[in-house]
């Protein structure tokens, strides 16, 4: 399924791969009832699904970068996303030509950082 996603799509897939928690968690507390095969297969089911996980996820992170998805744009420190007042409120923003390419040289930034453009 090659579904276009967004940051939003993103956004659940950190918190999917977060799951290794508690996953770890539940291992932890029940791995005196398990034999040395059975916590090496868990352990190895682990290692293939979250690196499955985290794969799928910086893909999502790849694709919105490429889609521009975080250009000028930046987090509200009272709701804590992505969005700003006027994007709740409707109201369109502009951005001075400064502020987009400061906008722009942080998103290319972090595109080169994690790969996806070089």
Known sequence: MNKEKDRFD???EIMECWRVVD????????????TKDQKMNMLLGMIEMYELKFDRM?????????KGEFLGEKCSS???SWMSSD????RP?????????LNKEYADDLARRFGAIE
């Open 93 to 101: 923003r502009t951005m001075s030509s400064d502020e987009y390419n």
């Open 78 to 80: 009272a709701t804590n």
């Open 58 to 66: 910086f893909r999502t992170f790849e694709q919105s970068i490429r």
């Open 23 to 34: 996953d770890l968690r539940l291992f932890y507390e029940k791995e005196d009832e398990m």
């Open 87 to 90: 994007d709740i409120l409707g």
């Open 10 to 12: 993103l956004e659940q």
